[in-house]
């Protein structure tokens, strides 16, 4: 088992890739706390966590805010006594299908900064309230979670990549602050992953049109897929693990080759 006795904390653990990440880090022996704002899914998901045989705690928290942070790091702490992996996942392109936010013509001001707020911010807010405490066991591994459209966006959402560019600065940043400390900070960036994510597009769609969205759009992709939840725990599970012992300021892309397109 490559994670055995460890500890992670993942926002956004509730549903999607942090789900995904959490179930995969309990069948390699890690515990794992879930910071979110889906309780519902937050408790499906560390019972699943549970069954594994791995102990689970779930804190409700908005990664927005310092307060709610501070004292759910507090918890997870109490709990387990440390934190040796934390995953910077929480993160939303909060209306998806409104063709207003395609432009900075249309974006609303408020919409930018609830944006930043959840996907830069938040993994600012987190990492500083979970440092100090890898710092004092010298040991940690921070897997921030980026997305493809910060290097090459589709222009459907400036202010979600334009945060998710921020997120990429940030784990450099914190990479070269962290590393004397034996803390390696990485990124990993999705392309197209089928999550809940897509939901506030595919909501009133039918099963075979929700298929046609992504068979559509897995046309220009190397693999010619949408990746799963599976494929980045995949590689999230590398970043926790000592198999990474000596990879940080990383950002590993989760593309199926995207932006690179197939030569047919
Ligand atoms: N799915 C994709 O295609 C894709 C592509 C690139 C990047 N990403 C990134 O991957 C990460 C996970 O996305 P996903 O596809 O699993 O999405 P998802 O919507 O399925 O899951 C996101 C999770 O984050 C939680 N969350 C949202 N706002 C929060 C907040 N303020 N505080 C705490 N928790 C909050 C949600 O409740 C949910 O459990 C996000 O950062 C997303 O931007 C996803």
């Known amino acids: 088992m490559l994670l055995l006795n460890r500890v992670a904390l993942i926002t956004g653990g509730a549903k999607g890739i942090g789900k995904g990440m959490a179930l995969k880090f309990a069948e390699e022996g890690c515990s794992v706390a879930i910071a979110d704002i889906s309780v519902k899914d937050a408790n499906e998901t560390i019972n699943e966590i549970e069954k594994i045989g791995r102990e689970g705690l779930f804190v409700e928290c908005n990664v927005t805010d310092s307060g709610q942070l501070s004292d759910m790091v507090k918890q997870v702490i109490e709990k387990f006594g440390k934190i040796d992996i934390l995953v910077n996942n929480a993160g939303t392109l909060l209306h998806v299908a409104d063709p207003n936010l395609k432009s900075i013509a249309t974006i609303p001001e408020n919409e930018w900064d609830k944006l930043l707020a959840i996907n830069l911010k938040g993994t600012f807010l987190t990492s500083k ?24 966006p589709p222009a459907v959402a400036p202010h979600y990549n334009s945060a998710k560019a921020g997120v990429m600065g940030l784990t450099y940043d914190m990479a070269c602050e962290l590393g004397p400390f034996n803390i390696t900070v990485n990124a990993i960036m999705p392309g197209l992953i089928r999550t809940s994510f897509y939901e506030p597009v595919l909501k009133t769609k039918t099963d075979e049109e929700k298929e046609e969205f992504f068979k559509e759009r897995s046309k220009n992709i190397p693999l010619q ?33 995207l932006p690179f397109q197939p030569n047919f």
């Not at 309230?129 to 090459?152: C, D, H, Q, W």
């Not at 980045?232 to 080759?257: H, M, Q």
């Open 129 to 152: 309230a979970v440092v100090p405490f890898m710092k004092e066991k010298r040991y940690g591994k921070i897997i921030n979670i980026t997305s493809l459209g910060a290097v090459y």
């Open 225 to 257: 897929r949408a990746g799963t939840a599976e494929d980045v725990a995949c590689v999230a599970l590398f970043l926790a693990s000592e198999l990474s012992a000596y990879v940080t300021a990383a950002i590993l892309p989760v593309t199926g080759g």
